[in-house]
């Protein structure tokens, strides 16, 4: 069983949409929860932390975290075919200064 | 901003061959990674450094070393290059504290 599980997708919604990309963690003393953003042929960037239950907002994303049911989430609000891309989670587990990646979700936008 | 540099883009080598790819980052993180991510397969982490000269193996660091001789650097070397290490190479640091990763641009390899 993979330690962080994605959803590999594609998941394609109509521009002007609400996209959400779900990632679960099979850790449960971990902490630390990440969003990361990776265009085709380039490397990843960070998106959005998370450390704390509940909902954390920056401009149109909203990042969720349910450390009870071991489950983080992004939501992309008023998508835009800009926002097509591969959408990585990653966790920090308890012990050690790694993080775990999942698979990533490929994100589609379609005008 | 938080910058982290991979000496190559693409690199072509030949079979045998040995291969160093560098990192350089200049925000004094204690940690830096080395990964490789191919289709399917998404990243894995082939070694870990959290301090000058130390060093941990990840997930696939067979047929892989590296050196960290000052803080800002990181070398990924490939002792005898083999075509099943054609990939993108990512290299990536971060706070011990704050453990957010910035990555490099990546160094796609292709051994022929």
């Known amino acids: 069983q993979k330690e962080v599980e994605q959803n590999s997708g594609p998941l394609s919604v109509p521009e002007g949409a609400i996209a959400s990309l779900n990632c679960t963690y099979s850790?449960?003393?971990?902490?630390?929860f990440f969003w990361y953003r990776q265009y085709s042929g380039k490397s990843p960037e960070l998106i959005m932390s998370i450390y704390s239950n509940g909902d954390k907002e920056d401009g149109r994303f909203t990042a969720q975290l349910n450390k009870a049911s071991q489950y983080v989430s992004l939501l992309i609000r008023d998508s835009q075919p800009s926002d097509s891309a591969t959408y990585l989670c990653a966790v920090k587990p308890n012990a050690g200064n790694m993080l775990t990646f999942g698979g990533g979700t490929r994100l589609m936008v379609k005008p | 901003d938080v910058k982290v540099t991979q000496s190559s883009r693409y690199l072509v080598k030949r079979t045998g061959e040995k291969v160093f790819l560098e990192c350089v980052q200049d925000?004094?993180?204690?940690?830096m990674f080395w990964y490789r991510q191919d289709p399917g397969l998404g990243l894995r982490l082939i070694y870990f450094?959290?301090?000058?000269?130390?060093?941990e193996k990840g997930d696939i660091p067979e047929g892989y070393s590296v050196s960290r001789e000052k803080k800002e650097r990181f070398s990924l070397i490939l002792e005898s290059a083999s075509t099943n290490q054609t990939s993108m190479y990512l290299c990536?640091?971060?706070?011990?504290?704050?453990?957010?990763?910035?990555f490099g641009a990546g160094t796609r390899l292709s051994v022929l």
């Open positions: 925000m004094d993180h204690e940690n």
């Open positions: 450094s959290y301090d000058v000269k130390m060093k």
């Open positions: 850790d449960r003393g971990s902490q630390s």
């Open positions: 990536a640091s971060s706070f011990v504290a704050k453990n957010i990763q910035y």
